[in-house]
C-alpha cells in the first residue's frame, strides 16, 4: 500500500511518500523557521499563512521525488492533531480536497504517535512491546507501547517540555532560534559540569524542567550582564546535560519497571547529539535495545504520519470529510 502523508500541526509544512508503512519513496519538508526567527517562537497566524503558500508545492514535490502521480497513491493520512488548530487545518483540507477528488480513504492521525512510528521507518524497526519517550517542543512524555494506538503512560512532564526548556533557555541568553540546534552545536565544546543545574523529581517518573529554566533565570539575574561568547559553550553543555540526565534515567529506569528490552526515543528533541549518544551507550550498558531515528525523522515530518495512516488505513479505519482538527489529543484517547 502506498500512503502520502500529509503533515502540518505547527511550522514545517511536510508531505511524504511510504510504501507498505515501512519504505521510505520521498519526504519533502518545507521549513518556516527564518519566518518565525526574528519573534524568537512560532506565530501562529503566521504559520498558517506559510502552509497555504507551501501545501500544494510540497505535496506535488513528495510525489515527484517519489516518482509517482496520485495514480498510484492508495490512500491519504493526515495530521489530526494536536497542533495549532489553523496550521492543522490547512494540512486537513488539502488532504480531504484530494480524497475527495481522487476518491481515495482518508485517515487522520495522531502527530505523536507519528513521532514514535519514525522509528518504524529505520532498517531495523523495533517489535512492540516496547518502552517510547516523546520528547518534542510541546511533549515530554514516557510511554509503554503495546501496538498502533495501544499507549500507557508510565512519566510526562509537570510543567515545560524538554524542547521548550531549550527554546526557552536560547530566548533568555539570546544566542539564536530554534532553541535546541543552538544549543546542541554550542554544547559540543563545552564542560558538562561547569555550572551546577538542577535535576528535578530524580524518584518519579515524571518530569519537570521548569526550575531548570528558572535556575539559569536566576543565574542571568545575578550577574547582571549577558553571558561572554566564551562562556556559553560551558553553560549550555551544563544546561543540555541536566535534560539529557534525565530523561536518559527516567526512560530507562521505566523501561526497567515495565520489563521492557526495547527503548524509542522520538520527536525533536530526540535529535540532539548529545542525547543520542547517551542513550545509545546507557541502553547498551543496561542491555537495553534503543532505537532512535535519524535526525531528519525525528523533527517534524509527513512520513511518520503515513507510517502510522497505513497501519490505520489497514486496519479498515477511514475518516469521513467531516473530519476536524484538534488542538489537544493525548495517545490514550482513541476517537
Ligand atoms: O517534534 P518537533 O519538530 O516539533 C514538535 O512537535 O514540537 O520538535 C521541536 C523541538 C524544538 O523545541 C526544538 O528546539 C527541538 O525540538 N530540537 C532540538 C534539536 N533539534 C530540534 N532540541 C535539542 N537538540 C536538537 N538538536
Ligand atoms: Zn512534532
Given at each position: 500500500?502506498?500512503?502520502?502523508?500529509?503533515?502540518?500541526?505547527?511550522?514545517?509544512?511536510?508531505?511524504?511518500?511510504?510504501?507498505?508503512?515501512?519504505?521510505?519513496?520521498?519526504?519533502?519538508?518545507?521549513?518556516?523557521?527564518?519566518?518565525?526567527?526574528?519573534?524568537?517562537?512560532?506565530?501562529?497566524?503566521?504559520?498558517?499563512?506559510?502552509?497555504?503558500?507551501?501545501?500544494?508545492?510540497?505535496?506535488?514535490?513528495?510525489?515527484?521525488?517519489?516518482?509517482?502521480?496520485?495514480?498510484?497513491?492508495?490512500?491519504?493520512?493526515?495530521?489530526?492533531?494536536?497542533?495549532?488548530?489553523?496550521?492543522?487545518?490547512?494540512?486537513?483540507?488539502?488532504?480531504?480536497?484530494?480524497?475527495?477528488?481522487?476518491?481515495?480513504?482518508?485517515?487522520?492521525?495522531?502527530?505523536?504517535?507519528?513521532?514514535?512510528?519514525?522509528?518504524?521507518?529505520?532498517?531495523?524497526?523495533?517489535?512492540?512491546?516496547f518502552v517510547a519517550l516523546v520528547v518534542s517542543g510541546g511533549h515530554t512524555t514516557i510511554y509503554r507501547v503495546d501496538g498502533f494506538q495501544r499507549f500507557t503512560i508510565l512519566g510526562q512532564t509537570r510543567d515545560d517540555a524538554a524542547g521548550e526548556a531549550f527554546d526557552k533557555a536560547a530566548k533568555l541568553l539570546e544566542i539564536g532560534y530554534p532553541g535546541g540546534v543552538v544549543i546542541d552545536r554550542l554544547a559540543k565544546q563545552g564542560n558538562r559540569e561547569a555550572f551546577p543545574f538542577p535535576r528535578a523529581m530524580r524518584d518519579s517518573l515524571d518530569l519537570s524542567f521548569s526550575g531548570l529554566k528558572t535556575s539559569l533565570l536566576m543565574r542571568l539575574k545575578k550577574r547582571g550582564a549577558p553571558f561572554t561568547p566564551e562562556e556559553l559553550p560551558d553553560l549550555t553543555a551544563s544546561y543540555q546535560e541536566a535534560i539529557c540526565d534525565v530523561l536518559v534515567e527516567k526512560t530507562l529506569r521505566a523501561a526497567a519497571m515495565v520489563s521492557a528490552t526495547r527503548v524509542v526515543v522520538c520527536g525533536g528533541v530526540a535529535a540532539n547529539s548529545r542525547l543520542r549518544e547517551r542513550f545509545r551507550t546507557e541502553g547498551a550498558s543496561a542491555g537495553i535495545e534503543v532505537f532512535i531515528p535519524p535526525p531528519v525523522l525525528c523533527t517534524d515530518n509527513a512520513a511518520m504520519i503515513a507510517v502510522v495512516g497505513t497501519h490505520l488505513l489497514e486496519a479498515g479505519r477511514k475518516d469521513g470529510l467531516d473530519l476536524n482538527a484538534v488542538s489537544r489529543w493525548p495517545l490514550t484517547v482513541h476517537p
Open positions: 500500500m502506498v500512503v502520502l502523508g500529509i503533515e502540518s500541526s505547527c511550522d514545517e509544512t511536510a508531505a511524504a511518500v511510504v510504501r507498505d508503512g515501512s519504505v521510505l519513496l520521498s519526504n519533502v519538508i518545507a521549513s518556516q523557521v527564518k519566518v518565525h526567527e526574528r519573534y524568537g517562537g512560532v506565530v501562529p497566524e503566521i504559520a498558517s499563512r506559510k502552509h497555504i503558500e507551501a501545501i500544494l508545492p510540497v505535496i506535488l514535490q513528495a510525489l515527484e521525488d517519489a516518482g509517482t502521480t496520485l495514480a498510484g497513491v492508495d490512500g491519504i493520512a493526515v495530521t489530526r492533531g494536536p497542533g495549532l488548530i489553523g496550521s492543522l487545518l490547512v494540512g486537513l483540507s488539502a488532504a480531504k480536497a484530494i480524497a475527495f477528488a481522487r476518491r481515495l480513504p482518508l485517515v487522520g492521525v495522531n502527530h505523536l504517535e507519528g513521532h514514535v512510528a519514525a522509528a518504524f521507518l529505520t532498517e531495523s524497526p523495533p517489535a512492540f512491546p
